[in-house]
Nanobody
Framework: QLEESGGGAVQPGGSLRLSCVASNFPPKYTFRDYHMEWVRQAPGKGLEWVAQIDREGLRTFYGDGVKGRFTISRDNSKNSVYLQLNDLKPEDTAMYYC???????RGQGTQVTVSA
């Protein structure tokens, strides 16, 4: 199970910090066995990949549209992955999901709305 939180409504230029807690892993697997990603889906559009972090949190990767504004991180001791969103723009409005790269398992999402 993956559970996202931290979304909300902000003005352009604002910031949010999304959190995702993972649980219920298969036998012999733990959170640190999975690369983690954030993806988003804007109204009427398909899923867009946002960012990825490796199992130990040493390497991160970002989509072109968020590079330099968003930061992905993780805390394996808390089975959690985070997404810091800075300098938000209206085009960042979407439902944000965390997902395990290896299994594509994802949560229910958290809504981010950016408007003046």
């Amino acid at each position: 199970q993956l559970e996202e939180s931290g979304g909300g409504a902000v003005q352009p230029g604002g910031s949010l910090r999304l959190s995702c807690v993972a649980s219920n892993f298969p036998p012999k697997y733990t959170f640190r066995d999975y690369h983690m990603e954030w993806v988003r889906q804007a109204p009427g559009k398909g899923l867009e990949w946002v960012a990825q972090i490796d199992r130990e949190g040493l390497r991160t990767f970002y989509g072109d549209g968020v590079k330099g504004r968003f930061t992905i991180s993780r805390d394996n001791s808390k089975n959690s992955v985070y997404l810091q969103l800075n300098d938000l723009k209206p085009e960042d409005t979407a439902m944000y999901y965390c997902t395990e790269t290896e299994t594509k398992r994802r949560g229910q999402g958290t809504q981010v709305t950016v408007s003046a």
